[in-house]
């Protein structure tokens, strides 16, 4: 590998070289954003004084794969940059056509249209495909030569390429463009050239590290690496174009993440287990090496294109069987079927959705009909829970494990039925029986509830088979929810009990219908609403009466029969439309006796654990943690020369030497676990130097361990081993004790063994006298940070420890955890290492070092003092994003900060509130999860009680990447644009 800067012009402006954007590599994406921001930074570029260099990021590329020659071709693979490099090319292109209309231009600058082409975008020498100084992967060159040279435009354009090409045309024909400062800024962008040499280093691993500055790589892009990184390029060539363009083509007709979707919900119904979202592409190599060692690429190549046409079916029924190349879209049952699941809004079932699809296929179910039977058997299921309030969360496992269950053989779709009934979630039944679902459909607020809108369709269907349901519909409120009722209203439900029947009943079943003109009706009165006639500035379009009499909809037109709305009509429309949907969303028939048998063997399954059940839902990050843990406790027998056994129970993982001396909870919802030792929380103070563990031995928890440490990704695993031992020897000195009593002494002796001061007395008498000088420095800072031994560390500093020594490889290493790693000066960090998980070490040599050491530990204290919290990385991202782009939305919105929480304020109101975790920040905004549009999944609404002057069911969402920023940025905007109306 070789590395260094070089000016992005010169770099492209070498004769018969041409740089082969290879197939593994994402297609060109760049967005105007991204374009935008690189025509700011070539102006900026031009405007800095004494030619000074503009870096713009690294290119990555191979050793060209022949030396200088004449007329000889130096081809070279882009490994990273390609998506700056090629808008740079279409940049030049349109400089040059630029050039060729303005002759004046061409004359100041010094350059031709040719001289531009000749030198950085194409070879002159060469001839075919070789002409080109950049190729690019896929369907793209064909789009790249179009702009180039004029070719015929392909069929599937590259429509980033074209966006790309006209853009800086907009650039250059905007009045008073500066070409000469535009060719001045071109010239002094500068990157950092890595060359590497194929065979030598592992492009793999490289291209997994890289991210544009531009655009993150995704879980798909890192997967199509993997796919083809490895292959000769004519290997590559054919798996790209039968199957990997045609997966990529299938996906560019849905949304945009769909791809990342897919690979997730692949992998789950491949290895039975949902992997967390960033962790699919770990997933998919794990999964990868696992394939029979002599089964060639293709074949997984080829099951991931098979089963992408279900998902892209799956995902848009109403796509032509051309595009998705599945014969199931002939089917309109099939695509209604699929489109009444899809409005549902429930994304844990596709993987289960994909397998019934795939099993259609493969003749597991018989015909279509069987299919349309299993799709609404799962539709029910989720139709009645949703109704019914119960939670998603175990919808996750059971819809990635649901197909071991079944009798694919024979009996497909009663084998479902049966899976489905037998269902516990929790202590309770998790298919809804009749009476459940009929009672809560008649009194539980509907319209706040994400079911609604697809129950309200599915009723008016069945009812309305010609009708095609086009035009936007929206949900109305007969009776409105304005809490300010008119006269008329008031008169109608009773001038002593309006407000109480509105409250109650405003948002059930029987006062919602269906309407395409809901801000039309409005809040008029009831006669208002079912005769509202063509209104004064309809246009041609729109001219047509609003009216419930007027509607097509049934639900809706069958309104203008009755003379009054109040409470008895509510209730009596509630009841009978909860009664038409026991029949369209129906329990699965069974004998009384079968019934029983089910539920039973319900009650009974799982009650044996196991390991893998408690990481069922684990991130890869976290099974690696466990498995990390899980051998250092087991290793402890090894070394101690006792007999240490794994039993899983119900709530945790416990490790016994004849009795528990660790128990181990994972906690997929926060990637840490949580580790209860049975050790007297008195001893934490003698052997706990780094403060992991705390005394809950007054606390509610699922073991009898009273000192709990939680351990993540961060923590000090040989902190915590030894925290462990300690746990483990007094277990055995207890047992010994027990046995005989004479011996317990003898017992303690022989575990003791060599501790931190013996470790110290070995060093060399300079190294010796330089932890005295570091010691006395650091009283002589603060009077807290006296050094307190204990067998395997030194610590210093109050509770929680600030700092702890320790004897590494000859010297005294120091290990300081900061709280607020991004607001320490890079100045104080001199000589400081900074570790995983943010960890800073220091290794004292000689006495002089002393002194280096002290500023940052004098800022970290000071941190502590000020009560800051540690927040990881992404934590602390979120926080600043929040905090910077809330008040962007608005002039009334302002973020009032606090440590753990920000209230977000919307002129006096209290709108929103955000709790900052150490590993994630939770949101709730006030507003009903039901108001929000196009969540696609982000967030929840809150199953909770109430916050303190909110409205129940309100908006939340937990979040742990910056990444997810945007999304939040997005519902903010909805909630004041709501609450401004």
């Given at each position: 590998?070789?590395?260094?800067?070089?000016?992005?012009?010169?770099?492209?402006?070498?004769?018969?070289?041409?740089?082969v954007?290879?197939?593994?590599?994402?297609?060109?994406?760049?967005?105007?954003?991204?374009?935008?921001?690189?025509?700011?930074?070539?102006?900026?570029?031009?405007?800095?004084?004494?030619?000074?260099?503009?870096?713009?990021?690294?290119?990555?590329?191979?050793?060209?794969?022949?030396?200088?020659?004449?007329?000889?071709?130096?081809?070279?693979?882009?490994?990273?940059?390609?998506?700056?490099v090629?808008?740079?090319?279409?940049?030049?292109?349109m400089l040059?056509?630029?050039?060729?209309?303005?002759?004046?231009?061409?004359?100041?600058?010094?350059y031709t249209?040719?001289?531009?082409r000749?030198?950085?975008?194409?070879?002159?020498?060469?001839?075919?495909?070789?002409?080109?100084?950049l190729?690019?992967?896929?369907?793209?060159?064909?789009?790249?030569?179009?702009?180039?040279?004029?070719?015929?435009?392909?069929?599937?354009?590259?429509?980033?390429?074209?966006?790309?090409?006209?853009f800086?045309?907009?650039?250059?024909?905007?009045?008073?463009?500066?070409?000469?400062?535009?060719?001045?800024?071109?010239?002094?962008?500068?990157?950092?050239?890595?060359?590497?040499?194929e065979?030598?280093?592992?492009?793999?691993?490289?291209?997994?590290?890289?991210?544009?500055?531009?655009?993150?790589?995704?879980?798909?892009?890192?997967?199509?690496?993997?796919?083809?990184?490895?292959?000769?390029e004519?290997?590559?060539?054919?798996?790209?174009?039968d199957f990997?363009?045609?997966?990529?083509?299938?996906?560019?007709?849905?949304?945009?993440?769909?791809?990342?979707?897919?690979?997730?919900?692949?992998?789950?119904?491949?290895?039975?287990?949902?992997?967390?979202?960033g962790?699919v592409?770990a997933?998919?190599?794990?999964?990868?090496?696992?394939?029979?060692?002599?089964?060639?690429?293709?074949v997984?190549?080829?099951?991931?294109?098979?089963?992408?046409r279900?998902?892209?079916?799956m995902?848009?029924?109403?796509?032509?069987?051309?595009?998705?190349?599945?014969p199931?879209?002939?089917?309109?049952?099939?695509?209604?079927?699929?489109?009444?699941?899809?409005?549902?809004?429930?994304r844990?079932?596709?993987?289960?959705?994909?397998?019934?699809?795939?099993?259609?296929?493969?003749?597991?179910?018989?015909?279509?009909?069987?299919?349309?039977?299993?799709?609404?058997?799962?539709?029910?299921?989720?139709?009645?829970?949703a109704?019914?309030?119960?939670?998603?969360?175990?919808?996750?496992?059971?819809?990635?494990t649901?197909?071991?269950?079944?009798?694919?053989?024979?009996?497909?779709?009663?084998?479902?039925?049966?899976?489905?009934?037998?269902f516990?979630?929790?202590?309770?039944?998790?298919?809804?029986?009749?009476?459940?679902f009929?009672?809560?459909?008649?009194?539980?607020p509907?319209?706040?509830?994400?079911?609604c809108?697809a129950?309200?369709?599915?009723?008016?269907?069945?009812r309305?088979?010609?009708?095609?349901?086009?035009?936007?519909?929206?949900?109305e409120?007969?009776?409105?929810?304005?809490?300010?009722?008119?006269?008329?209203?008031?008169?109608?439900?009773?001038?002593?009990?309006?407000?109480?029947?509105?409250?109650?009943?405003?948002?059930?079943?029987?006062?919602?219908?269906?309407?395409?003109?809901?801000?039309?009706?409005?809040d008029?009165?009831?006669?208002?609403?079912?005769?509202?006639?063509?209104?004064?500035?309809?246009?041609?379009?729109?001219?047509?009466?609003?009216?419930?009499?007027?509607?097509?909809?049934?639900?809706?037109?069958?309104?203008?029969?009755?003379?009054?709305?109040?409470?008895?009509?509510?209730?009596?429309?509630?009841?009978?439309?909860?009664?038409a949907?026991?029949?369209?969303?129906?329990?699965?028939?069974?004998?009384a006796?079968?019934?029983?048998?089910?539920?039973?063997e319900?009650?009974?399954?799982?009650?044996?654990?196991?390991?893998?059940?408690?990481?069922?839902?684990?991130?890869?990050?976290?099974?690696?943690?466990?498995?990390?843990?899980?051998?250092?406790?087991?290793?402890?027998?090894?070394?101690?020369?006792?007999?240490?056994?794994?039993?899983?129970?119900?709530?945790?993982?416990?490790?016994?030497?004849?009795?528990n001396?660790?128990?181990?909870?994972?906690?997929?919802?926060?990637?840490?676990?949580?580790c209860?030792?049975?050790?007297?929380?008195e001893?934490?103070?003698?052997?706990?130097?780094?403060?992991?563990?705390?005394?809950?031995?007054?606390?509610?928890?699922?073991?009898?361990?009273?000192?709990?440490?939680?351990?993540?990704?961060?923590?000090?695993?040989?902190?915590?081993?030894?925290?462990?031992?300690?746990?483990?020897?007094h277990?055995?000195?207890?047992?010994?004790?027990?046995?005989?009593?004479?011996?317990s002494?003898?017992?303690e002796?022989?575990?003791?063994?060599?501790n931190?001061?013996?470790?110290?007395?070995?060093?060399?008498?300079?190294?010796?006298?330089?932890?005295?000088?570091?010691?006395?420095?650091?009283?002589?800072?603060?009077?807290?940070?006296?050094?307190?031994p204990?067998?395997?560390?030194?610590?210093?500093?109050?509770?929680?420890?600030?700092?702890?020594?320790?004897?590494?490889?000859?010297?005294?290493?120091?290990?300081?955890n900061?709280v607020a790693?991004?607001?320490?000066?890079?100045?104080?960090?001199?000589?400081?290492?900074?570790?995983?998980?943010?960890?800073?070490?220091?290794?004292?040599?000689?006495?002089?070092?002393?002194?280096?050491?002290?500023?940052?530990?004098?800022?970290?204290?000071?941190?502590?003092?000020?009560?800051?919290?540690?927040?990881?990385?992404?934590?602390?991202?979120?926080?600043?994003?929040?905090?910077?782009?809330?008040?962007?939305l608005?002039?009334?919105?302002?973020?009032?900060?606090?440590?753990?929480?920000?209230?977000?304020?919307?002129?006096?109101?209290?709108?929103?509130?955000?709790?900052?975790?150490?590993?994630?920040?939770?949101?709730?905004?006030?507003?009903?999860?039901?108001?929000?549009?196009?969540?696609?999944?982000?967030?929840?609404?809150?199953?909770?009680?109430?916050?303190?002057?909110?409205?129940?069911?309100?908006?939340?969402?937990?979040?742990?990447?910056?990444?997810?920023?945007?999304?939040?940025?997005?519902?903010?905007?909805?909630a004041?644009?709501?609450?401004?109306?």
């Amino acid at each position: 590998m070789k590395a260094g800067e070089v000016r992005l012009m010169s770099m492209l402006a070498g004769a018969d070289q041409q740089f082969v954007i290879p197939l593994y590599q994402r297609r060109y994406s760049w967005k105007d954003k991204q374009r935008w921001q690189l025509w700011r930074d070539i102006l900026r570029a031009a405007a800095a004084p004494d030619s000074r260099p503009h870096f713009t990021g690294p290119v990555v590329q191979t050793k060209p794969d022949t030396e200088m020659g004449e007329g000889q071709l130096r081809s070279s693979r882009l490994i990273d940059g390609q998506q700056r490099v090629t808008t740079v090319i279409l940049l030049l292109e349109m400089l040059a056509k630029h050039l060729k209309s303005k002759p004046l231009d061409a004359q100041k600058l010094g350059y031709t249209e040719d001289d531009v082409r000749n030198k950085y975008l194409f070879n002159p020498a060469q001839t075919g495909n070789d002409l080109y100084k950049l190729t690019l992967s896929h369907s793209d060159q064909a789009t790249l030569k179009h702009v180039l040279s004029g070719t015929e435009k392909p069929a599937m354009v590259a429509e980033e390429v074209i966006r790309g090409a006209e853009f800086f045309r907009e650039r250059f024909a905007e009045p008073g463009v500066d070409v000469a400062a535009v060719w001045r800024g071109l010239n002094r962008l500068e990157v950092v050239r890595i060359t590497l040499t194929e065979g030598i280093d592992d492009l793999g691993s490289i291209f997994e590290s890289l991210n544009s500055t531009g655009k993150a790589l995704t879980q798909a892009d890192l997967v199509r690496n993997n796919v083809l990184m490895g292959l000769t390029e004519s290997e590559q060539r054919d798996l790209s174009q039968d199957f990997w363009q045609k997966l990529e083509r299938r996906f560019a007709q849905v949304e945009e993440d769909a791809f990342d979707r897919f690979l997730r919900d692949f992998l789950t119904l491949r290895t039975r287990s949902l992997p967390n979202e960033g962790d699919v592409y770990a997933v998919f190599k794990e999964y990868r090496q696992g394939q029979p060692k002599d089964q060639h690429i293709r074949v997984l190549a080829a099951d991931l294109e098979r089963l992408s046409r279900a998902y892209v079916f799956m995902l848009n029924p109403e796509l032509s069987e051309s595009v998705v190349e599945t014969p199931l879209a002939k089917s309109s049952e099939i695509k209604q079927a699929l489109l009444d699941l899809a409005g549902l809004r429930v994304r844990v079932v596709a993987p289960f959705v994909l397998e019934l699809l795939e099993d259609r296929g493969r003749g597991f179910l018989k015909s279509d009909a069987e299919l349309i039977a299993a799709l609404r058997v799962v539709e029910s299921f989720l139709v009645r829970r949703a109704v019914t309030g119960e939670r998603s969360s175990p919808l996750n496992r059971l819809f990635a494990t649901l197909g071991r269950d079944l009798r694919k053989e024979n009996d497909y779709v009663r084998s479902l039925e049966e899976a489905l009934v037998r269902f516990q979630d929790g202590n309770h039944d998790g298919f809804p029986s009749d009476e459940a679902f009929l009672q809560q459909l008649q009194v539980v607020p509907l319209y706040k509830k994400a079911v609604c809108k697809a129950l309200l369709m599915s009723l008016e269907r069945s009812r309305n088979t010609e009708e095609k349901f086009g035009g936007v519909l929206t949900i109305e409120h007969i009776l409105p929810q304005n809490s300010n009722l008119s006269a008329p209203w008031r008169k109608a439900l009773g001038e002593d009990d309006w407000r109480e029947i509105q409250t109650r009943l405003v948002h059930t079943l029987g006062n919602l219908t269906l309407t395409a003109y809901n801000s039309e009706l409005g809040d008029r009165s009831f006669e208002d609403k079912k005769t509202l006639p063509i209104k004064a500035g309809d246009t041609e379009e729109s001219a047509q009466p609003k009216g419930y009499k007027f509607s097509r909809l049934v639900l809706t037109h069958e309104l203008c029969d009755k003379s009054e709305w109040n409470a008895t009509e509510i209730e009596a429309r509630g009841q009978r439309l909860a009664k038409a949907a026991l029949t369209l969303f129906p329990f699965p028939k069974f004998e009384a006796a079968e019934m029983a048998q089910l539920r039973k063997e319900g009650r009974e399954r799982d009650k044996t654990p196991t390991v893998e059940r408690h990481l069922e839902s684990s991130s890869v990050t976290l099974k690696q943690l466990f498995k990390t843990v899980q051998d250092q406790l087991l290793g402890f027998g090894v070394e101690m020369d006792v007999s240490i056994t794994q039993v899983p129970l119900k709530e945790y993982v416990a490790y016994k030497a004849g009795t528990n001396f660790c128990d181990v909870q994972p906690l997929p919802a926060h990637n840490t676990l949580k580790c209860w030792l049975h050790l007297p929380p008195e001893k934490l103070a003698e052997h706990d130097p780094t403060g992991l563990g705390r005394d809950v031995s007054g606390n509610g928890r699922p073991s009898s361990g009273k000192v709990e440490v939680v351990v993540g990704e961060s923590t000090d695993l040989e902190a915590f081993g030894a925290l462990v031992r300690q746990a483990l020897e007094h277990q055995l000195a207890r047992q010994s004790t027990s046995a005989s009593a004479g011996t317990s002494q003898a017992v303690e002796g022989e575990i003791g063994g060599e501790n931190i001061q013996a470790y110290i007395a070995a060093l060399t008498m300079e190294r010796q006298q330089a932890i005295a000088a570091l010691e006395q420095a650091l009283i002589g800072l603060d009077a807290r940070l006296v050094p307190s031994p204990t067998r395997y560390y030194v610590g210093y500093g109050p509770r929680p420890m600030l700092m702890s020594g320790s004897v590494r490889e000859g010297a005294y290493r120091l290990t300081l955890n900061p709280v607020a790693p991004d607001e320490l000066p890079a100045d104080l960090k001199a000589g400081w290492t900074e570790g995983s998980g943010e960890v800073m070490t220091f290794t004292v040599h000689a006495a002089q070092d002393a002194q280096a050491a002290l500023p940052l530990i004098g800022a970290v204290l000071a941190q502590r003092d000020q009560g800051q919290r540690y927040f990881e990385p992404e934590v602390r991202k979120l926080r600043q994003l929040i905090r910077q782009e809330v008040p962007v939305l608005g002039p009334e919105l302002r973020v009032e900060e606090h440590s753990g929480l920000d209230r977000i304020f919307l002129g006096d109101q209290d709108f929103a509130r955000v709790w900052y975790n150490r590993g994630d920040l939770s949101v709730a905004v006030r507003r009903a999860y039901s108001e929000f549009q196009d969540l696609q999944g982000f967030g929840r609404q809150n199953e909770g009680g109430a916050l303190s002057g909110w409205m129940p069911d309100n908006f939340i969402v937990k979040l742990t990447s910056a990444g997810q920023a945007p999304q939040l940025l997005a519902v903010l905007r909805q909630a004041c644009k709501a609450a401004r109306a």
